[in-house]
């Protein structure tokens, strides 16, 4: 029976894999040029329409990313698995001018089990960053020559956790996560003229193959309450980590039209394979929550990441401190009422607020966003369907900035299983 139903998750876990080599370089953010890009929310569909808030939050059924203590939550006879796919629409725009992209690319996939009673773990694959963006600038320089400077790039890190929590007493857990880093980032510039086919164009390019371990620790502390009620308390902290890169360069001039034809001249510089290093900061978070079983939960977490540390290949800038703060409820109007589903369902709503880690022309861009949420059990089993959607906005269009304006909708389903309970016979 374990086998069989091993066998349906591994099938359902192959039929997202294509979206997940399609994680990397999903974004269309000018900000992402800076660094390793723009990171992702890291988080279930659940915690998705709570605006994020999870640090002190535990489930029998939803596996927390956010802090590896919760996993202790995992009944001692149960299969937990999360899957989640996630959809972008965004417009930008400046003073002048606007424009809007779309995208879609995988939450995460995940799946936990105990160990023992006290002892439980995870395994889990989640997009970290990614990068994906086109910017174009033109010149008139001198006798009235049009340079057009485009600005490409794409990629991004994608992480694989191994999550181990263990019991320390009835109330208060602890727990790790080990998370191997591991992707590409591209940069290319080009500058060309278009009015010309006889000034030579140029072209950089520049990729780094990234990859590292990295550590977040995180406890959990619940204290009951009246009521089978509860109060939790959390903190989680992740060191400073240093990834190991391989860096290719290419540098050329070269005669060409716009439309694509190309005559290479000279190659100006070329290297292949040159180590580096990327300093990923230190950060640590704070978590509260009050939770009444099977009826309320309300969560809210505040995060700090120092990024002012940040160095990627010896270089640092325009980086500064991200903090985040979030707030999240879920409401289920019954957990045993069989004549309405409406009344089964899980509601959800949250607030995020972002100061993103960029500061520019002194600008530091901050992210605000609201979401709502909808869990829906399904009928005969103990797994739940999960929607969120999300509202919100980055940057500002003072001083010559980008504003990004965006609506993220998100699915996923959780999927718990009794594995390890033997058979009664009468």
């Given at each position: 029976?374990?086998?069989?139903?091993?066998?349906?998750?591994?099938?359902?876990?192959?039929?997202?894999?294509?979206?997940?080599?399609?994680?990397?370089?999903q974004t269309t953010s000018p900000y992402s040029f800076f660094g390793i890009g723009d990171t992702y929310e890291q988080g279930n569909i659940r915690n998705f329409g709570m605006g994020g808030a999870s640090m002190a939050v535990r489930s029998n059924i939803y596996i927390n990313f956010s802090n590896p203590a919760s996993l202790i939550g995992i009944d001692s006879m149960s299969f937990v698995a999360n899957a989640g796919i996630q959809s972008t629409t965004a417009s930008y725009r400046t003073n002048e001018q606007t424009s809007k992209f779309g995208s879609t690319t995988v939450n995460h996939l995940a799946f936990a089990l105990p160990i023992t009673r006290w002892w439980k773990s995870s395994f889990s694959i989640l997009p970290y960053s990614t990068i994906g963006y086109e910017v174009q600038e033109d010149q008139v320089l001198d006798f009235n020559v049009l340079s057009r400077s485009i600005y490409t790039g794409e990629g991004g890190l994608d992480q694989v956790n191994w999550g181990n929590a263990i019991q320390l007493t009835k109330n208060i857990s602890v727990g790790v996560n080990t998370s191997y880093y591991y992707g590409r980032v591209e940069h290319q510039s080009t500058v060309i003229f278009p009015d010309s086919a006889y000034l030579k164009n140029t072209r950089l390019q520049e990729r780094d193959l990234l990859h590292g371990f990295r550590f977040n620790l995180g406890t959990q502390i619940?204290?009951?309450?009246?009521?089978k009620s509860t109060l939790g308390i959390a903190a989680t902290f992740s060191p400073q980590t240093v990834l190991n890169a391989a860096t290719d360069y290419l540098a050329i001039t070269y005669t060409g039209d716009y439309n694509g034809y190309e005559s290479e001249v000279d190659t100006i510089a070329n290297w292949a394979g040159t180590s580096g290093n990327v300093t990923l900061p230190y950060g640590y978070g704070f978590g509260l929550s009050f939770e009444k079983k099977n009826k309320l939960l309300v969560a809210a977490d505040l995060m700090f990441d120092n990024w002012k540390s940040f160095n990627y290949l010896g270089q640092s800038g325009n980086f500064d401190d991200k903090i985040k703060a979030s707030l999240g409820v879920e409401f289920i109007p019954t957990s045993n009422n069989l004549s309405s589903y409406l009344k089964l369902m899980q509601y959800r709503f949250g607030l995020r607020y972002n100061r993103m880690g960029l500061q520019f022309n002194n600008n530091t861009i901050e992210e605000y966003a609201i979401s709502i949420g909808f869990g829906l059990p399904l009928r005969k089993s103990t797994s739940v369907l999960n929607l969120g959607m999300e509202i919100g906005q980055n940057g500002t269009v003072e001083n010559s900035l980008i504003q990004e304006r965006f609506f993220k909708i998100a699915l996923g389903i959780s999927i718990r299983e009794n594995w390890f309970r033997k058979g009664k016979y009468f």
């Amino acid at each position: 029976m374990i086998i069989k139903k091993l066998k349906r998750f591994v099938f359902f876990a192959t039929l997202l894999m294509p979206f997940l080599a399609l994680a990397q370089g999903q974004t269309t953010s000018p900000y992402s040029f800076f660094g390793i890009g723009d990171t992702y929310e890291q988080g279930n569909i659940r915690n998705f329409g709570m605006g994020g808030a999870s640090m002190a939050v535990r489930s029998n059924i939803y596996i927390n990313f956010s802090n590896p203590a919760s996993l202790i939550g995992i009944d001692s006879m149960s299969f937990v698995a999360n899957a989640g796919i996630q959809s972008t629409t965004a417009s930008y725009r400046t003073n002048e001018q606007t424009s809007k992209f779309g995208s879609t690319t995988v939450n995460h996939l995940a799946f936990a089990l105990p160990i023992t009673r006290w002892w439980k773990s995870s395994f889990s694959i989640l997009p970290y960053s990614t990068i994906g963006y086109e910017v174009q600038e033109d010149q008139v320089l001198d006798f009235n020559v049009l340079s057009r400077s485009i600005y490409t790039g794409e990629g991004g890190l994608d992480q694989v956790n191994w999550g181990n929590a263990i019991q320390l007493t009835k109330n208060i857990s602890v727990g790790v996560n080990t998370s191997y880093y591991y992707g590409r980032v591209e940069h290319q510039s080009t500058v060309i003229f278009p009015d010309s086919a006889y000034l030579k164009n140029t072209r950089l390019q520049e990729r780094d193959l990234l990859h590292g371990f990295r550590f977040n620790l995180g406890t959990q502390i619940f204290i009951p309450l009246a009521e089978k009620s509860t109060l939790g308390i959390a903190a989680t902290f992740s060191p400073q980590t240093v990834l190991n890169a391989a860096t290719d360069y290419l540098a050329i001039t070269y005669t060409g039209d716009y439309n694509g034809y190309e005559s290479e001249v000279d190659t100006i510089a070329n290297w292949a394979g040159t180590s580096g290093n990327v300093t990923l900061p230190y950060g640590y978070g704070f978590g509260l929550s009050f939770e009444k079983k099977n009826k309320l939960l309300v969560a809210a977490d505040l995060m700090f990441d120092n990024w002012k540390s940040f160095n990627y290949l010896g270089q640092s800038g325009n980086f500064d401190d991200k903090i985040k703060a979030s707030l999240g409820v879920e409401f289920i109007p019954t957990s045993n009422n069989l004549s309405s589903y409406l009344k089964l369902m899980q509601y959800r709503f949250g607030l995020r607020y972002n100061r993103m880690g960029l500061q520019f022309n002194n600008n530091t861009i901050e992210e605000y966003a609201i979401s709502i949420g909808f869990g829906l059990p399904l009928r005969k089993s103990t797994s739940v369907l999960n929607l969120g959607m999300e509202i919100g906005q980055n940057g500002t269009v003072e001083n010559s900035l980008i504003q990004e304006r965006f609506f993220k909708i998100a699915l996923g389903i959780s999927i718990r299983e009794n594995w390890f309970r033997k058979g009664k016979y009468f």
